[in-house]
């Protein structure tokens, strides 16, 4: 039997470049470990890494730091805002490159660490799927259910990956540059970037082989126990969220139903043990004699922080287990359109997801203080003066990860989104109230002020999934809708000096939507850089 080599780890670099060194490695990277048999290919399809977690102890077999996938993304939207006087007296004036990333600068943007984020990552995937794909009927054989699972798995993970790098990489018009599709394993061989239109129809028919796959193997029902290994509804999911960001309402609505009757869970958050609050630090708010005057109450969900991304695993909701390390959570506090948003005395995903007051801890020696002698922290009143409500408030749920799996809330807001622009807004307010009964504390609230309507719809969307989801939200209705949306915010030209003041526009033709290749990658792809990142 022939042996085969197949690679699950390389850098961005390795995958799309000539270099061949790579050749020589084996799964385990032991030196003596090779593929031969279906279960093999059964199992590396079966690995958590490729969804939840970026690292596999392999001792343990426990996963640790899930990968940072899109973050790139989330200073860019109008759902943050860093203004300039939390910049340079508080949070971020230690911390440029977010600053710099916040003012669209391109030169940041295009450095090797953000690189690692996405780009290498998703790029790594994608060559393990073609491996498993290539060689899936090279290897000794067991059944043909487990062939058809895994090729389906495979065709899935692909498509999935590549969806990822089309709406980070790519601006949303179908003649536009594309990010090509690597079908193959061959070492050296880059892909062309093709058309917008291009990729996706490779991503659809993927989906659609995926699918054929997984139906034939009896995977048709939804995994609960095993739910980072792709089923139909995962693929339906997954379909939903694609057609919904190229504006096929129709497609959208068929494949979030489809999902929702396999799998249509809502965990109830105000009846949810895990997510009890415990206060563990208070912050003094001082009056311009010295006086405490109010008192910031800082709460944390320990039993979830405690379980790290544990927790993500056993999340009910999720038809897949993906999720990104919020690394620039704590940095990128909330805009005031975002807070506004919010019924922040009755949402219990403000409550208990926005209560860490994330960007104010990490201003510490500068915006607050410590009393030496009660060992007491304080904001002088000078200090307060610069604080915008706002300020104090980012995403916090899961010890700092974000959800990127599709979710059963996520089909339920594409399902009403979709059925609110066909007109059916009692439909889409009735769905609204499924999804708003278990994320507030009565149904009072959870019912108030609900229409149905195309913006009730995107509004409750950019509170389920937050200030991170919000970029690519904003390029789709710009694409699909010409929503006409701008991102507008006052920056600082010197990050240092606060009369260098300068207002920034991004229009929603701007074509720095699509984000900037990192620059040696692009120079040895031969691919041109992104327009306005040049």
């Not at 203004?83 to 004036?93: A, D, Q, R």
């Not at 710099?100 to 990552?121: H, I, V």
């Not at 129809?201 to 048709?220: K, P, V």
């Not at 909701?317 to 359109?337: A, D, F, K, Q, R």
Request: charged content about 25%.
């Amino acid at each position: 039997m022939k042996k085969i080599y197949v690679i699950i780890a390389l850098l961005g670099t390795m995958i799309l470049g000539a270099c061949s060194d790579f050749l020589d490695e084996t799964t385990d990277k032991s030196g003596s470990a090779y593929i031969y048999h279906m279960d093999q290919l059964y199992g590396l399809m079966g690995s958590i890494d490729l969804y939840l977690f970026e690292n596999i102890d392999s001792d343990t077999g426990e996963g640790s730091s899930s990968g940072a996938y899109l973050t790139e993304a989330l200073p860019l939207s109008d759902a943050v805002e860093l203004s300039p006087e939390f910049y340079v007296y508080g949070l971020l004036s230690g911390e440029p490159t977010t600053y710099e990333a916040y003012c669209w600068q391109g030169e940041t943007l295009m450095t090797s660490d953000w690189m690692l984020w996405t780009w290498t990552p998703v790029w790594e995937r994608i060559y393990r799927f073609n491996t498993v794909l290539e060689y899936l009927d090279e290897v000794v054989q067991t059944t043909a259910a487990v062939h058809d699972q895994v090729e389906g798995e495979a065709r899935f993970g692909r498509a999935y990956y590549h969806f990822m790098l089309l709406t980070q990489y790519c601006l949303w018009d179908e003649d536009k540059p594309g990010i090509g599709y690597r079908d193959n394993a061959k070492a050296g061989e880059i892909p062309g970037r093709e058309t917008v239109g291009y990729t996706l129809e490779h991503i659809y028919e993927d989906l659609r082989l995926a699918e054929e796959a997984l139906t034939r193997a009896g995977r048709t029902t939804f995994d609960q126990t095993r739910n980072f290994r792709p089923t139909v509804p995962t693929v339906q999911a997954f379909r939903a969220r694609v057609a919904l960001y190229r504006g096929n309402y129709e497609l959208a609505l068929a494949n979030a139903t489809e999902a929702l009757k396999a799998h249509n869970v809502l965990v109830d958050f105000k009846n949810e043990p895990e997510y009890e609050l415990e206060e563990w630090s208070w912050i003094s708010v001082l009056d311009e004699e010295g006086e405490p005057v109010d008192e910031i109450v800082i709460s944390s969900m320990f039993e979830l922080d405690d379980m790290d991304v544990e927790a993500v695993a056993k999340y009910e909701e999720l038809y897949l287990p993906n999720v990104s390390w919020e690394g620039l959570g704590g940095t990128c506090p909330i805009s005031e359109s975002f807070y506004e948003l919010w019924d922040r005395e009755n949402d219990a995903r403000w409550i208990y997801f926005y209560s860490s007051c994330t960007p104010l801890l990490m201003a510490y020696a500068n915006l607050v203080e410590l009393d030496p002698e009660t060992w007491t922290e304080y904001i002088t009143h000078e200090n307060w003066q610069r604080l915008k409500p706002w300020n104090l408030y980012s995403y916090s749920r899961f010890a700092g990860n974000s959800l990127i799996g599709m979710t059963t809330a996520e089909m339920y807001l594409i399902k009403a989104e979709c059925e609110a622009r066909s007109g059916n807004t009692g439909a889409a307010a009735e769905t609204l109230r499924t999804l708003r009964y278990t994320r507030f504390m009565d149904e009072v609230s959870a019912e108030a002020g609900v229409t149905g309507s195309v913006q009730d719809v995107l509004d409750e969307r950019l509170r389920e999934m937050g200030a991170f989801w919000r970029f690519y939200d904003v390029k789709r209705l710009n694409g699909a809708e010409d929503a006409g949306i701008y991102v507008r915010r006052e920056i600082l030209t010197d990050p240092a000096d606060l009369s260098t003041r300068t207002q920034l526009e991004i229009a929603p033709d701007d074509p720095r939507w699509a984000l900037p290749f990192y620059s040696f990658e692009a120079e040895m792809m031969g691919w041109e850089q992104n327009e306005g990142w040049r």
